[in-house]
């Protein structure tokens, strides 16, 4: 799927990372970095799931969420 999707009303989910900031009501869950310095694993407001950023491991949600804290 080439767009996002809005899961759970907050959090965006996307293939590339998508431009959010504070005043924005949305969280973006996104990969495509792979291991690319320029951008954080997480933040308050997204989180890198990159293949090699998590160990090539699956992820629970509530462990995404947790990282955004």
Same mark, same amino acid.
């Given at each position: 799927? +080439?767009? +996002?999707? !809005?899961? *759970? $009303? ?5 293939? $590339? ?7 924005? +009501? %949305? =969280?973006?869950?996104? #990969?495509? !970095?792979? #291991?690319?310095? =320029? %951008?954080?694993? /997480?933040? *308050?407001?997204? &989180?890198? &799931?990159? =293949? $090699? ?5 699956? &992820?629970?949600?509530? $462990?995404? !969420? /947790? =990282?955004? *804290?």
């Amino acid at each position: 799927i +080439p767009w +996002p999707i !809005v899961f *759970k $009303e907050y959090f965006i989910l996307s293939h $590339e990372p998508l431009y959010i900031n504070s005043n924005m +009501p %949305y =969280a973006n869950i996104f #990969g495509h !970095v792979h #291991g690319n310095p =320029a %951008y954080k694993d /997480a933040s *308050k407001q997204s &989180v890198c &799931v990159s =293949a $090699e950023r998590i160990n090539y491991t699956p &992820v629970a949600f509530e $462990e995404l !969420v /947790a =990282a955004m *804290k």
